[in-house]
């Protein structure tokens, strides 16, 4: 089964920066508006950016700190992740957005140690 893959995660000091990487084969991911989405333990997955032909848009807890682009070329949607906080410590997931249409990667451990 073709699945996502999510990389770049590790663990970060607080303040420090993460870029994660998505891709999936046999998908050309231009054609979908696709998000970032984490988990927290003990939470619910929530989308934290995303980016279609419209633009990019973020939640609260990120705005000013990440930034989705997509790779074209390399068919991938990376997310910059900067000034990290012990509170964006999570599994982050790639997948399409608004709408989830793919099933769900293993996801990347983010962990930011204060």
């Known amino acids: 089964q073709v699945q996502l893959v999510e990389s770049g995660g590790g663990l970060v000091q607080a303040g420090g920066s993460l870029r994660l990487s998505c891709a999936r084969s046999g998908s050309i991911l231009s054609l979908y508006g696709m998000g970032w989405y984490r988990q927290a333990p003990g939470k619910q997955r929530e989308l934290v950016a995303s980016?279609?032909?419209?633009?990019?848009t973020y939640a609260d807890s990120v705005q000013g700190r990440f930034t989705i682009s997509r790779d074209n070329a390399r068919n991938t949607v990376t997310l910059q992740m900067n000034s990290l906080k012990p509170e964006d410590t999570a599994v982050y997931y790639c997948?399409?957005?608004?709408?989830?249409?793919?099933?769900w990667g293993q996801g990347t451990q983010v962990t930011v140690s204060s």
């Open positions: 980016i279609t032909s419209r633009g990019s």
């Open positions: 997948n399409t957005a608004p709408g989830v249409l793919f099933a």
